[in-house]
């Protein structure tokens, strides 16, 4: 009696595992994880070896400055074109060259013999990374279903913040033992291997031999595209269209106020700490790390606020703009720092800033929200250009105001007004969060 029910019940089982859903899209996300730290990594570990390399090289203070700016100056003008060789070719593809291409820059970098070269690979870096982040944009919205979006955009965001926070130790300790151009050649292998990583992990849902179907249909159901989206020839009047539309407007000035905080920590935050409140060396390199820990707590806050929000009100308005808001209006309490004497209450104060900055990030979810669904990348390239030029122009602003006033009680305040800029845009300018449909045929 016993063996006959075995053999009905085992294929009952097989077939109710078979579908549960697979969970192959955190996989993807774990992949998206992994290469956003080894972008930003690539992109600031310059600031590490600069003592030595300068000194080697015989780079003065003021042409070092110029090695640190170049990177920003073609990341952000490369965002448009980066958009539209996604839109071209695809995710997969362009996610391994560009992974490959900026690794092979790093590399290289290590062979740099004077200002020339170093300048040219820094270039050649920030052409290589505009893809990035637009493509982690598109993935998001084919793998993801919307109500876990802002979740899975915070994971993968907080690598750039967990990279400069945590293994800041391990590249100044490969410096010390191995000297500065060691780390150019150690961190680019490492990223020439992720490329091979991710050529060969990564898929398409509709490729992928992982995926089943009910994962598929959980994705769909919630608003994933479930399918690549069409691949459209670029057109200038697709740009047009994009700065016409106010919700691509409104979410590119909030995220362009955001950057602004986090590039002041990028570049000006250990020399405030140094020469404004007068800390030692040593202590500026500790409390250096605890804003960007309170960061990467802010952009995992803010992915699992707004989701909650969402599934709680059904609001994708609420749920996305809220956070932001939230975080553009804590990022502005920067300027409370003014008015402390006590070090450690202003360290509270910065990591209050950054922590709010690291809601804002939260900007990525909402922009593939709305962004159109056949200029995905196109609107992603659009929205990072604008987010980006605050790597141009805030170091600039901040440098002239301490070079006009000596003090950084005015950049400071500076930080403040942008930040409250962006708040305001995404207020009034932003509107409802809800998808741009494009009239005519792309």
Not at 42 to 62: E, N
Not at 397 to 425: K, N, P, W
Request: with cysteine; hydrophobic share 55%; charged share 10%.
């Amino acid at each position: 009696m016993t063996a006959p029910s075995d053999s009905v019940s085992a294929p009952n089982v097989s077939a109710r595992r078979a579908a549960r859903p697979t969970r192959v899209r955190f996989l993807i996300l774990a992949l998206l994880t992994a290469g956003t730290m080894i972008n930003y990594l690539d992109r600031t570990v310059v600031s590490v070896a600069a003592p030595f390399m300068s000194k080697d090289l015989g780079l003065s203070a003021a042409v070092m400055g110029l090695v640190f700016s170049a990177f920003s100056w073609t990341y952000a003008a490369a965002q448009i074109p980066g958009g539209l060789f996604l839109d071209r070719v695809g995710a997969r593809v362009t996610y391994f060259l560009s992974v490959t291409v900026w690794s092979t820059f790093t590399l290289l970098q290590g062979f740099a013999t004077g200002l020339g070269s170093l300048v040219g690979l820094r270039l050649g870096l920030g052409i290589a990374e505009a893809p990035c982040f637009p493509t982690n944009s598109r993935i998001l919205s084919i793998w993801f279903p919307q109500a876990e979006r802002a979740r899975a955009t915070s994971v993968y965001s907080v690598g750039q913040y967990f990279g400069l926070a945590f293994l800041s130790p391990v590249l100044f300790a490969i410096v010390a033992a191995m000297g500065w151009r060691a780390l150019f050649w150690i961190v680019g292998a490492l990223g020439v291997a992720f490329g091979a990583l991710w050529l060969a992990a990564y898929r398409e849902p509709d490729t992928s031999r992982r995926v089943n179907a009910a994962e598929l249909a959980h994705i769909e159901a919630g608003g994933g595209l479930g399918q690549p989206t069409q691949r459209t020839p670029f057109q200038w009047r697709h740009i047009r269209f994009l700065f016409s539309q106010r919700q691509i407007v409104g979410a590119s000035i909030g995220q362009f106020a955001g950057n602004s905080t986090m590039v002041f920590f990028l570049t000006w935050f250990p020399t405030y700490l140094a020469t404004e409140r007068h800390m030692a060396w040593l202590k500026v390199g500790f409390y250096a790390v605890l804003p960007f820990i309170a960061a990467s707590a802010g952009v995992i806050a803010g992915g699992q606020v707004s989701d909650w929000l969402l599934r709680r009100t059904g609001n994708a308005t609420l749920a996305r703009k809220l956070p932001i808001i939230a975080g553009l209006l804590l990022a502005s309490c920067i300027v409370a720092a003014n008015f402390l004497d006590d070090n450690r209450l202003v360290i509270a104060v910065l990591s209050v800033a950054f922590f709010g900055q690291g809601m804002v990030n939260l900007g990525w979810t909402l922009i593939t929200d709305v962004a159109p669904k056949a200029l995905i990348g196109l609107t992603g390239g659009v929205f990072n250009l604008c987010a980006n030029l605050a790597g141009i122009v805030t170091p600039l602003v901040v440098g002239f105001i301490v070079a006009a006033t000596g003090s950084f009680f005015y950049a400071l305040g500076f930080i403040a007004v942008v930040a409250l800029i962006g708040a305001f845009s995404y207020i009034f300018i932003l509107g409802p969060v809800r998808r741009v449909e494009m009239d005519e045929p792309v």
